[in-house]
């Protein structure tokens, strides 16, 4: 009795969640000019119109470079902090690191706002840049919560020994510490590349010209009601759903290893 | 001595980011709602009057929408996830699981923004929802799903859903399993096990998750503005407002602060559970 | 590595298209002169590259000119009514008479008033429409459209929805009160309220052109208060029965005029794409850009436009909805700081 209620709650449930994208991706091969019932028939017409806007694919590019770049930036000023406050007696240590991850717990809004304002008082341009300002600042807290959480006693031990047997600092955080934490890396690295990726306050505050994709679709949104809405959400579906799978694959071949 | 020279030196790059790009910017907002427009002219000074709007009732409101769409979101979407999240963890045979999880949470791949916006094709009129409902004779005429706080509500559910069975779910594989096999030995009944060995276990998990679902929740301008069809404006939206239409700065950051204010109470409330810094 | 090789070759093709693009002018426009249609044969032509930023309200767009530094901005699209506010400011530059097809546009749109100073003439209308009333003609019947007090009735419930601009519904709320929009004061703003009220009780959703054109496509509405041909001129074709019209006692015209800013650091190219707007050409690709169709200023755009887009544009009607309709209401900063707020109550109510 129980089992089947839970099947059937998975079911609902599973309903639920795929349901609008569902929707989305079959209207986006709606042969007609309205993405709305009744279903007009299949057409491949909207994705060769979106895959010939230059706009969208410029903002496709700016969001890439901006989620790699900023989530690279983040991983490795999150893994240097994370490093110094977990080997190093430091005093203050606990302030620094609520301090570090504290605009995990606001809102993104605030975290743009205040560097909107910030930048526009020094007369700073808005550009792809400043928004990567923004995104390490609130990428940053998660990739060192992850790190500090995954610096355990095992990787201290032998990062000792290779201290013993003569290393340098250097060479112990480049050839022990990193390599050891390469899931946590990694982990990292892709969740905070997926945020990037999808963030669009921060974006479309700190942006003038290079928007990203997000805030591309959002003007997109805001001048007409089409289909090219759906085959864009379809398009970014399958493109995120395949790293994925990729990212997956890769973490997986490398703990097998 | 040296080490902690090196300590420093290691944790100043991303403590000097986080100060200069968020303390610092913070700070200025904060200094900013004690400004005032004059105009087009930004007056500097100590003027409490930006806050005093938050009793105009246009406000007032904006603050009370946010507050129960947020609360209706991580009550719902807890009641919602935990479930999914057991039935996951416990029920379904350990080679799917990793494929389960995965299609539960698919649509975090596609763009927020149009996930919303899918959100609205579906409670349309014409929509798939509306289409179910009239076919099984639930209601005659279409209902008025699309453009209301039950779209805005329903939109960010769905997303926190999501995000709430993975943290959950994260949760529950790590309790050890002879926890519960323990207590069932010892005569505890089904429900017994849960309510004194699982969640209490799980609860710093379940509380984290709701806090992160409420303020990802209560700042966010992009479902509200999508699906709520601007029958009422939550305190985001406002704050927007006041930025594209007027460019006014001071009241942007009191709203801006006062949202701060709300998230810091939520922060306080559920301090004691919270594990931020091991999510 | 190879993907590492990837990311780096394209950050460098990026980074060195923007230093290759010879000439390059910054303009601050409203979504419909996004479209590639409109600008790239325009980049084309002269090489001149256009980087665009769409901005919301007048407000905004003026606080982002007057913090950004000189040479930011070269050209600027804005609401006809709102030039003397950007004049007063100083950010305009004039323009010569004489690169400009002042005889060809209709002459009631020109708004010589707003858009000249002292003789010299700061931005030229370049397109036009009107926020009235756009309706689904299969549910209401036409005498139900000829004036707001059928649709403030309690058969309209949940069938309307409110553009979501401030200026014009309060223009046509103010016409439908018999008020006259160039000299509203505050005094006025009770019964303005009045029927906005009225409005928003009625109304199923509040919203901006996509949010209102879903709702009037999947029939959640059945009236959309602000609309007019650029809500409904794409859909037309596709649901002919989607349509608008002027009631009885008038609505407002809208206007947006583009000029090219005092401090560009490229007048001459901002100069040439402001040529090409106004040219019959630009003219009928900007009146049917994919983001809001509208009449041209420019009639010699008539020549360019096919005879359907003419249609739908209701190109041989002009002069009698020109002779019926208000202005847009321009009010000063205090009063515009009151509608605004008023706006957010009637949102909130």
Not at chain 2, 12 to 40: D, K, Q
Not at chain 3, 65 to 85: N, Y
């Amino acid at each position: 009795m129980t089992r089947a209620l839970s099947w059937l709650y998975l079911l609902a449930l599973y309903g639920f969640i795929l349901l609008p994208v569902g929707a989305l991706v079959l209207f986006s091969f709606q042969d007609g000019g309205l993405p709305v019932p009744p279903f007009q028939g299949f057409s491949l017409r909207w994705y060769a119109d979106i895959l010939g806007d230059r706009a969208l694919m410029r903002a496709l590019l700016h969001s890439v470079l901006l989620a790699f770049g900023s989530s690279a930036l983040a991983c490795a000023l999150g893994f240097l902090a994370a490093w110094g406050l977990a080997r190093h007696a430091l005093p203050g240590a606990a302030l620094m690191r609520a301090i570090l991850v504290m605009p995990l717990a606001v809102s993104t809004l605030i975290v743009g706002l205040g560097l909107l304002i910030v930048l526009t008082r020094l007369g700073i341009g808005l550009s792809l840049w400043t928004a990567g300002i923004g995104h390490v600042v609130i990428n940053l807290p998660l990739c060192f919560a992850i790190l500090y959480a995954s610096m355990g006693d095992q990787q201290r031990s032998a990062e000792r020994a290779a201290r013993d047997l003569g290393a340098r600092e250097w060479q112990v955080l480049l050839l022990v510490a990193v390599p050891m934490l390469r899931p946590a890396l990694l982990a990292a690295f892709f969740l905070s590349v997926t945020l990037s990726w999808d963030e669009f306050i921060i974006a479309f505050l700190l942006t003038r010209f290079d928007v990203t994709l997000p805030v591309e679709i959002w003007s997109l949104l805001r001048s007409g009601l089409s289909p090219r809405l759906n085959a864009v959400g379809s398009l970014v579906f399958l493109v995120s759903a395949l790293a994925v799978v990729l990212a997956e694959i890769l973490l997986l071949a490398r703990r097998r290893t | 001595m040296t080490s902690r020279a090196g300590g420093w030196a290691l944790v100043a790059p991303a403590l000097l980011w986080t100060l200069c790009f968020f303390v610092l910017p913070f700070a200025v907002m904060a200094a900013m709602s004690l400004a005032r427009l004059e105009g087009r002219e930004l007056v500097w000074g100590f003027d409490l009057g930006n806050y005093a709007r938050l009793g105009d009732p246009a406000i007032a409101r904006a603050v009370l929408v946010s507050l129960e769409i947020t609360l209706t979101v991580t009550v719902v979407s807890v009641l919602l996830a935990y479930p999914l999240a057991a039935i996951l963890a416990f029920r379904v045979p350990e080679r799917w699981r990793r494929l389960a999880l995965m299609l539960a949470i698919l649509p975090f791949w596609t763009s927020y923004v149009v996930r919303s916006y899918s959100w609205l094709l579906v409670l349309s009129r014409e929509g798939i929802v509306n289409r179910v409902l009239m076919g099984i004779g639930l209601t005659d005429a279409p209902l008025t799903l699309a453009n209301t706080r039950f779209a805005t509500v329903t939109g960010f559910v769905h997303f926190f859903t999501m995000l709430l069975t993975l943290t959950i779910y994260a949760n529950l594989v790590q309790l050890p399993r002879n926890y519960a096999r323990a207590a069932q030995d010892l005569g505890a009944s089904r429900w017994q096990t849960f309510r004194h060995v699982i969640l209490p276990l799980t609860l710093p998990g379940i509380v984290t998750g709701a806090f992160l679902t409420f303020v990802l929740c209560i700042g966010d301008y992009v479902t509200p503005q999508i699906l709520g069809g601007n029958r009422e404006l939550a305190l985001p939206q406002v704050i927007m407002l006041q930025l594209g239409r007027r460019a006014d700065f001071p009241l942007a950051s009191a709203l801006s602060v006062a949202l701060m204010g709300m998230v810091t109470l939520a922060y306080l409330l559920s301090a004691r559970w919270l594990r931020l810094d091991r999510l | 590595m190879t993907l590492r090789r990837l990311l780096v070759s394209t950050a460098l093709a990026v980074l060195s298209a923007g230093a290759a693009a010879a000439q390059t002018i910054n303009a601050l426009v409203w979504c419909d002169h996004a479209d590639p249609a409109l600008i790239a044969p325009f980049e084309e032509a002269t090489g001149i590259r256009v980087n665009l930023r769409e901005y919301e309200g007048t407000g905004a767009a003026l606080a982002m000119l007057e913090q950004s530094r000189p040479g930011d901005w070269d050209v600027l699209v804005i609401d006809g009514i709102d030039v003397p506010r950007v004049v007063e400011a100083g950010l305009l530059a004039p323009l010569p008479a004489d690169r400009l097809p002042l005889g060809d546009l209709f002459p009631q749109v020109v708004l010589e008033d707003r858009t000249t100073r002292d003789g010299a003439i700061y931005a030229v209308t370049e397109k036009f429409g009107y926020n009235t009333l756009s309706y689904n003609s299969a549910r209401v019947p036409e005498a139900d459209v000829a004036s707001l007090d059928r649709l403030l009735t309690d058969d309209y419930a949940g069938r309307i929805a409110i553009y979501d601009y401030y200026l014009p519904v309060i223009g046509i709320a103010a016409a439908h009160l018999g008020l006259d929009t160039q000299s509203l004061t505050e005094a006025d703003l009770p019964a303005i309220r009045e029927v906005l009220f009225a409005m928003k009780d009625r109304a199923a959703t509040v919203g901006e052109v996509v949010a209102s054109q879903t709702a009037l496509a999947t029939g959640e509405v059945d009236v959309v208060i602000g609309g007019g041909e650029w809500l409904t001129g794409v859909l037309e074709p596709e649901q002919p029965e989607l349509t608008w019209t002027i009631p009885d006692r008038g609505a407002v015209l809208w206007s947006q005029a583009i000029g090219v800013l005092a401090d560009s650091r490229e007048p001459e190219a901002a100069l040439a794409f402001v040529e090409y707007i106004l040219s019959p050409e630009g003219q009928a690709r900007l009146a049917t850009s994919s983001c809001y169709w509208g009449m041209p200023a420019n009639r010699r755009a008539g020549e360019h436009l096919t005879e359907e887009q003419k249609r739908i544009l209701r190109w041989d009607s002009q002069e009698d909805y020109l002779s019926r309709v208000q202005l847009y209401p321009a009010p000063d900063e205090a009063l515009d700081a009151a509608m605004q707020d008023l706006w957010l109550e009637m949102l909130q109510r």
